[in-house]
């Protein structure tokens, strides 16, 4: 009798088990995988670094920022326009740029300082951010309401958790790279902000006159990646001599 | 009675269900349920359809708290209104499924009272597992097929507890035409399960629009066939011709309201920054009236086996072909 107590609950616990460690097994694997192999990466000089900068434009008649309505909670104040497509002037705002290919097998440690997004008159602050793997997020909650934030990670883990007004921030962090990884509210569905996860420090986010500049880069031949949240991703080419500075300027059309 | 060992009649399984007495009190509140359980689909479709399902964050408390009431704003209404009026419901199938087994006299009812039970056990745990696993489209999809399986259930229970199936003498009449009508009311059933199998899907963001509006056209010649069916050939038995009339309303509806909510959500609402009033109408009024029109399937298909027996060609070698009930 004992003994078919513990085959009916032990054996496929045990079971269960061995698939979680093959699992977690096979995720390490992958991991180690994913560092680069090959001769020792040049070390980056500073003295011959270069940058790139440049301006997003949109082509043709912007889309109108629709109003949002926010009367479900009534501790929602304020204007709100939906941010999918921010156009000042023919510039756009809100484009992820970040060097896609080029810097070979280096590698860079996550920085120490904390990206903070904030909750403030029901939307984030910013509506798009840029971090690396490993970097610290603060995702505070300035408003008199609780929202929730659910990050829906694809490469990365998705969790989601409650936040009371002024709680103690939640502190996160991604582990792989992952571009345009949304997080949200379901508490306030209009709520909705991306988070872009990078393996290299060279990033940046449009502002909202549609520049963007990356610095520090070693000379070389780059991808440069341009991604928007609607209008998707454009690549382009440059190459970078030393102290090199470069204007890169791309345009999105009307859809 | 019938003799052991022998099949017994149709008439025989018929008179069995004159062995338990009418109680009026069981049967409304087999009604009670199967009507809460309707408004339970209609919050559980207004969670979905405002985008509220991960709103609370934890189950099966709800922010930390088993009985402490968040603040109903924004999604956290629905959301938590929905696991209120759940909690209830579960409540009402415990005291169901004891009343049944110590009231009704019929075995099997007895048992479809803790399947009653078993679903909505299951259900509720569907429900928190889509939460804790961020609604992945299989398991959010089995919460909203589990879901209308036991408001059928409800309905199926709230048939078999009331007045006109516990006294009165079934009116058959024999089938002779083949698909048999109760061939078509399973088919009916089945296409009905995958139209909802695929629409949960795309709802949930497991699957794309299209196999769910193509599958449409098929639900229709189906269940449109079975309605005609039982409408011109069993006009005389009201018990058939009710559910099937009902059945072709409801199918009617429901093909508008289709169209409405694909219009309001994926023509319209595609780039839409948050829910729009009518994209949340027409689709919880779309996974309304699907239910409604599962349950009238199913009591269709009940009520066709009760009164609408099966007759099969007896071959006797030299005589004319005679038809006798299976």
Redesign the interface.
């Known amino acids: 009798m004992r003994l078919k107590l513990l085959l009916t609950f032990f054996v496929p616990l045990l079971g269960f088990c061995v698939l979680t460690a093959c699992n977690q097994q096979k995720s390490s694997e992958q991991s180690h995988a994913a560092t680069p192999s090959g001769p020792p990466p040049v070390p980056i000089d500073p003295a011959t670094v270069a940058s790139v900068s440049g301006t997003v434009h949109f082509d043709g008649t912007a889309p109108e920022m629709?109003p949002?309505?926010m009367s479900?909670?009534?501790?929602c104040k304020g204007d709100n326009k939906?941010e999918?497509v921010v156009v000042n002037s023919g510039k756009l705002a809100n484009v992820f740029v970040y060097v896609k290919d080029g810097l070979g097998n280096r590698t860079f440690p996550a920085p120490a300082n904390t990206v903070v997004i904030d909750q403030t008159g029901c939307r984030y602050r910013p509506h798009v951010a840029g971090v690396m793997a490993g970097q610290k997020l603060d995702i505070r909650n300035d408003d008199p309401?609780?929202h929730?934030v659910?990050a829906?990670g694809m490469q990365n883990a998705?969790w989601?958790?409650?936040q009371m007004p002024k709680a103690t921030p939640i502190e996160k962090s991604f582990d792989r790279p992952e571009i345009m990884l949304p997080i949200k509210?379901?508490?306030?569905?209009?709520m909705?902000m991306y988070v872009n996860v990078v393996a290299s420090p060279f990033y940046a986010v449009t502002d909202a006159d549609g520049k963007f500049e990356i610095a520090g880069l070693p000379p070389g031949t780059y991808t440069v990646a341009f991604v928007q949240e609607?209008l998707g991703e454009q690549d382009q080419q440059i190459t970078l001599g030393a102290k090199d500075k470069k204007t890169l300027d791309i345009s999105y059309k009307a859809q | 009675m019938a003799a052991r060992g022998r099949k017994p009649s149709f008439e025989e399984l018929a008179l069995k269900s004159l062995s338990t007495p009418y109680n009026a009190a069981h049967h409304r509140f087999a009604v009670l349920i199967a009507c809460i359980t309707f408004c339970l689909l209609v919050a559980g479709a207004l969670v979905t359809s405002?985008?509220?399902?991960?709103?609370?964050?934890?189950w099966p408390t709800s922010?930390g708290s088993l009985y402490k009431i968040?603040?109903w704003?924004?999604?956290?209404?629905y959301?938590h209104s929905h696991r209120m009026v759940a909690e209830f419901v579960g409540l009402l199938t415990i005291i169901l499924a004891v009343w049944t087994w110590r009231a009704d006299k019929r075995r099997w009812m007895k048992w479809l009272g803790v399947a009653a039970l078993g679903t909505v056990i299951a259900q509720g745990v569907l429900g928190g597992l889509t939460v804790l696993f961020?609604l992945p489209p299989a398991i959010s999809t089995s919460h909203a097929a589990v879901g209308q399986t036991f408001f059928c259930i409800a309905c199926a229970i709230a048939l078999f507890t009331g007045r006109g199936w516990v006294e009165d003498a079934p009116q058959t009449a024999m089938d002779t035409q083949r698909p048999t009508l109760i061939t078509l009311t399973l088919l009916s059933i089945f296409v009905l399960y995958v139209q909802l199998v695929l629409g949960a899907m795309f709802r949930h963001h497991g699957m794309s629009w299209w196999p769910h509006v193509l599958n449409a056209p098929i639900v229709a010649i189906v269940l449109t066939w079975t309605a005609i069916r039982a409408m011109t050939q069993y006009s005389k038995i009201e018990a058939v011709q009710r559910p099937a009339i009902l059945m072709l309303g409801l199918l009617i509806t429901q093909l508008c309201l289709g169209f409405l909510a694909f219009t309001t959500r994926v023509a319209w609402g595609k780039?839409a920054?948050?829910?729009e009033t009518a994209m949340i109408a027409s689709t919880v009024a779309h996974v309304a009236v699907g239910a409604l029109l599962l349950a009238a399937t199913v009591i269709l298909a009940i009520q066709v086996w009760r009164h609408v027996p099966v007759a099969h060609e007896e071959k006797v070698p030299g005589a004319e072909p005679k038809a006798v009930a299976a």
């Open positions: 629709v949002i309505d479900n909670d009534p501790a939906a999918t309401t609780e929730n659910h829906i998705q989601n958790e409650s509210c379901n508490q306030h569905p209009w909705k609607k | 405002n985008d509220a399902g991960l709103s609370v964050p934890d922010f968040p603040r704003v924004g999604g956290v209404r959301e961020y780039d920054v948050q829910p």
